[in-house]
């Protein structure tokens, strides 16, 4: 049977005059509801975009590409989640239209029209933001679009700065669109592009009394520095040598290397693309890259059927600006069933309001949960069967 988070759902709403379907599920940001950017933006797409090619940035559903790919346009959808693809890629078929797809933002050529829904984080933004006046031919528009409370208006201003200068705004629900025009005479090498994804930065810590070295970029979780709890999760699991590891979430995969410096043989598992390149990276300056696989994979979906000595993660919690639970339920109910019988391990930071034990037990009684770790921010369960 397939657990609900899995389920896919087709939902239909009215979009700038038109009916438009989509799937949705679970683990996608605002999965259920046409978010007040999405409309923006859409009501901005004119009837003019056949024969037009046209990159939505954060395709999230794949809603304004479906949309512009009925009207005739040449569609390119990207989107740093795995999920976020999948249901673009849904979303094409349920309104019969076709696109490329891309996970992640390598995209190459020119393009008449740049879509871009702002996600968390200025520099992030920013790097999305020269990749558009990069793939944009002159003359060539940005819609921009996001919620106040985001940061929209700061972004708006970078667009002015980076791309060009504003044709129109639009405001709705606390939200706001801006039309950049990229100017005639600029060309794409005018904004040199980084030779990976986001601007990568070298980090160290010390931790169990090694030097490990990380990747961090925008969009990672962990950018900048090792975070508290991820420090008490590397100190308190436990990994024998030759034991097969899930890093399951892995982020800029500092976890995954410190399993495999400890002798672990280790699958690094998560859904965003700059989170898989983060990860590569950081191997690469451990050098355990003969240790670990990376997978891209919805919570757990890559590994099914697969049993794992000792799993370790700390589940997200936050989706775009607010809270969300599914993903991380989703993680906890994954790991107890990957784990090997008779001496598995699954070792699970979170904040100490978050009281994932219960979830734990409700899915396998069997499972034995205790508090390996605790201070007055984090604790580290440790769940054996």
């Not at 190459?108 to 984080?121: Q, S």
């Not at 983060?278 to 919570?299: F, G, I, K, M």
């Not at 100490?352 to 734990?360: K, S």
């Amino acid at each position: 049977m397939i657990e609900p988070y899995y389920t896919w759902q087709t939902l239909e709403a009215t979009l700038a005059g038109e009916t438009i379907r989509w799937a949705g599920k679970p683990g996608l940001e605002a999965w259920d509801l046409l978010r007040p950017s999405t409309r923006l933006i859409a009501q901005e797409l004119s009837s003019g975009e056949a024969g037009q090619r046209l990159l939505d940035l954060r395709c999230g559903a794949g809603v304004c590409g479906a949309l512009a790919a009925r009207r005739g346009a040449d569609v390119t959808l990207c989107d740093d989640s795995l999920v976020a693809l999948e249901a673009a890629r849904r979303t094409l078929a349920l309104n019969s239209v076709n696109g490329q797809l891309v996970h992640g933002d390598d995209v190459t050529g020119l393009f008449d029209l740049v879509l871009l829904d702002a996600p968390r984080g200025r520099e992030w933004v920013r790097h999305l933001l020269t990749l558009a006046a990069q793939v944009l031919r002159p003359g060539g528009r940005l819609l921009l679009a996001g919620p106040n409370r985001g940061g929209i208006k700061g972004f708006i201003e970078d667009a002015r700065e980076i791309v060009g200068p504003f044709k129109a705004v639009r405001v709705k629900a606390s939200h706001r669109l801006a039309v950049a025009e990229k100017p005639v005479g600029q060309v794409g090498s005018d904004y040199p592009r980084p030779s990976l994804p986001y601007s990568p930065g070298i980090c160290e810590a010390t931790v169990r009394g090694q030097t490990v070295r990380f990747i961090t970029r925008p969009g990672v979780f962990s950018s900048g520095e090792l975070d508290t709890g991820t420090r008490a999760l590397i100190e308190t699991m436990v990994i024998r040598p030759g034991e097969s590891v899930l890093d399951l979430g892995c982020g800029c995969g500092v976890v995954g290397a410190a399993a495999a410096w400890m002798g672990g043989q280790v699958v690094c598992v998560d859904s965003s693309a700059a989170a898989l390149h983060a990860t590569r990276a950081t191997l690469e300056l451990n050098d355990v890259t003969e240790h670990v696989q990376v997978l891209a994979s919805d919570c757990c979906s890559a590994v099914r059927g697969r049993r794992f000595d000792v799993i370790a993660t700390n589940p997200p919690f936050h989706q775009g600006l607010g809270v969300e639970y599914d993903v991380a339920r989703q993680f906890v109910r994954d790991a107890a069933h990957l784990l090997v019988e008779g001496g598995g391990r699954i070792y699970l930071v979170a904040n100490r309001f978050i009281h994932y034990e219960r979830v734990l037990s409700d899915v396998c009684v069997a499972l034995q949960v205790t508090t390996a770790y605790e201070d007055s921010r984090f604790r580290v369960l440790k769940a054996e069967c």
